[in-house]
């Protein structure tokens, strides 16, 4: 048996033996990162609803939004991706990564990482809620943040569209996912020493944006640009599915940000109106810099102007006052628009649909304006905090993203390998790597 | 027998085709097409990124007519088309060695 099929073999056998002896009679005691559940119904009425836009997120708007970016013959493989990384996570995140992130393991381990008490939602049950969310049945604050699992890592994509091979990207996302997402998901949210540092982040500026936009670089990067770079024609194939995908991204926003409160309340409204007012003023800033450089605005420009608002603001959405967040948003429109387009064309490397440009750049920016703006007038549980906390978050996540990132495309390159053969990359994804093709 | 083709530009076509009808031509054959000539393509930018587009969208248009009728057809596309500005395109008139219809097998002028 090949090694990694083995590894998969042992996982799986476990899964049925643990499915199969789930036992279940009354008062089962509690996990150490559970409490008995106090129904919130409103909360869990939202959140329900949260966890279903968030998923609309990646499916389709991700897909919708990148596949209208690439080149006619990548277009289904690019969704592909998508899909894929989608089922993926979530089948990870029920075995290992859910426990890994908002479980507790050992006291020694708890500021690194959490435990495997809660793998294959072990001692999960209609009675339990997280600490982090006593209202809301464990059962959905797995759901939910399940879909920042699963978005976090789609994002990424950007960074390698059009040249990955697919069982690189399967390879890749598995081990991205435990390696990377769990313990920085686990450092900020769940109980890690950067919460406990007062590092900010209300709903994944750092463990979404930073971590895949960073991780994103080191991809294109490592993987090189693509063939005829800067030479050939890779013009969008299609805005208005890159309209529709932004789209359902803004709108989807909603619960990534309002949601991240875990409650239907104050806080989730001001999120809600900051999730709606930065990216609006993004959008005019960048408009206005891409007039001015270039001579027109573009639609695809007003598109990632209002992405990059939302990117900045989502560290900050539930912390700060509404008029922050236009500034926030304002800001986040030239500096995403010198780091998408400025540096990406004056260093010449190949981060094809801006993950690091757009999310790695904006939750960066986000993340430091939290510590500016921030306020416990907004949001009591807005302790001490600053902007040298902010910045300690982020060189932590940079740096392991980075470094682990940096690992994990080593070892892909030297089991299932990364990048397509030139041939395969000339005559296009969707048919070479998927059998596939789109028919007038 | 003369085929006539001609390279236009696509906004062009409903002129033309009430121009040939005018003169009593029957039907025609429309192909999308792209090309240049002395017409340089344009330039679309994408986040910073510009790309050079050469092939302009055009039409190919082409009729079949008896030979008397061909001059007065070059004629007729050549009003309708031009615009007196760069990229109004191209017509070419060969000898058609021989047309059939197919419903009924006729074979020369009266096939077409």
Not at chain 1, 247 to 271: M, R
Not at chain 2, 105 to 110: A, D, L, N, Q, Y
Request: glycine share 12%; net charge neutral; aromatic share 8%.
């Amino acid at each position: 048996m090949k090694p990694g099929y083995r590894a998969y073999a042992c996982v799986g056998v476990g899964a049925v033996t643990a499915w199969g002896s789930a036992a279940a009679p009354a008062a089962q005691p509690l996990s150490r990162h559970q409490v008995a559940l106090q129904l919130d119904t409103g909360a869990t009425a939202w959140m329900i609803t949260a966890t279903a836009l968030v998923l609309m997120m990646t499916l389709p708007g991700l897909a919708l939004f990148y596949g209208g970016m690439v080149r006619r013959k990548n277009i289904l493989a690019t969704m592909t991706q998508q899909v894929a990384i989608s089922a993926l996570v979530t089948v990870l995140w029920f075995l290992v990564g859910y426990s890994l992130a908002f479980g507790v393991g050992s006291d020694a381990l708890q500021p690194w990482i959490g435990g495997l008490d809660a793998a294959l939602l072990n001692g999960v049950r209609p009675d339990t809620a997280h600490n982090l969310a006593k209202g809301l049945p464990e059962y959905l604050f797995f759901a939910y943040q399940l879909t920042f699992a699963i978005i976090t890592p789609a994002l990424i994509t950007g960074a390698f569209a059009e040249r990955m091979k697919f069982t690189g990207l399967l390879l890749f996302m598995t081990l991205w996912h435990v390696l990377v997402y769990a313990p920085v998901a686990h450092w900020v949210w769940g109980g890690g020493f950067l919460g406990k540092a007062n590092v900010l982040d209300f709903a994944g500026g750092s463990v979404v944006h930073v971590n895949s936009g960073v991780a994103g670089l080191v991809c294109a990067l490592f993987l090189g640009p693509r063939r005829g770079y800067g030479r050939e024609m890779m013009a969008p194939n299609n805005l208005v599915y890159t309209t529709i995908g932004a789209a359902l991204l803004l709108v989807g926003w909603i619960g990534f940000n309002a949601g991240s409160a875990g409650a239907a309340d104050s806080i989730a409204s001001v999120a809600l109106l900051n999730t709606i007012l930065a990216p609006m003023a993004a959008a005019l800033t960048w408009m206005a810099v891409e007039w001015r450089e270039r001579g027109k605005p573009t639609l695809l420009g007003l598109l990632t102007g209002v992405v990059a608002g939302l990117v900045a603001i989502t560290p900050a959405a539930g912390f700060v006052e509404p008029k922050a967040a236009l500034i926030i948003g304002a800001v986040s429109g030239p500096v995403c628009y010198a780091s998408a387009v400025w540096l990406k064309n004056r260093l010449k490397y190949d981060d094809s649909l801006d993950a690091f440009g757009v999310h790695g750049v904006g939750g960066l920016l986000g993340a430091l304006l939290t510590g500016v703006f921030a306020t416990a007038a907004v949001n009591p549980s807005v302790g001490e905090h600053g902007v040298l906390q902010q910045a300690y978050g982020l060189v932590v996540t940079i740096l392991w993203s980075a470094l682990a990132t940096f690992v994990i495309l080593l070892v892909c390159k030297h089991t299932t390998g990364l990048r397509v053969t030139p041939e395969q990359e000339i005559e296009g994804l969707d048919y070479t790597l998927h059998g596939e093709a789109l028919h007038e | 027998m003369k085929k006539i083709e001609a390279i236009i530009k696509p906004f062009k076509l409903d002129e033309v085709k009430e121009a040939l009808q005018e003169i009593g031509v029957q039907g025609m054959t429309v192909i999308e097409a792209k090309g240049y000539g002395r017409q340089k393509g344009h330039s679309e930018t994408y986040r910073g990124a510009e790309y050079v587009v050469d092939f302009l969208p055009k039409l190919k248009i082409e009729v079949v007519v008896p030979d008397d009728l061909a001059s007065q057809v070059v004629e007729a596309i050549t009003n309708a088309a031009r615009t007196g500005k760069i990229g109004d395109g191209k017509i070419f008139v060969s000898q058609v060695q021989e047309a059939i219809r197919i419903r009924t097998g006729e074979t020369g002028p009266s096939a077409i």
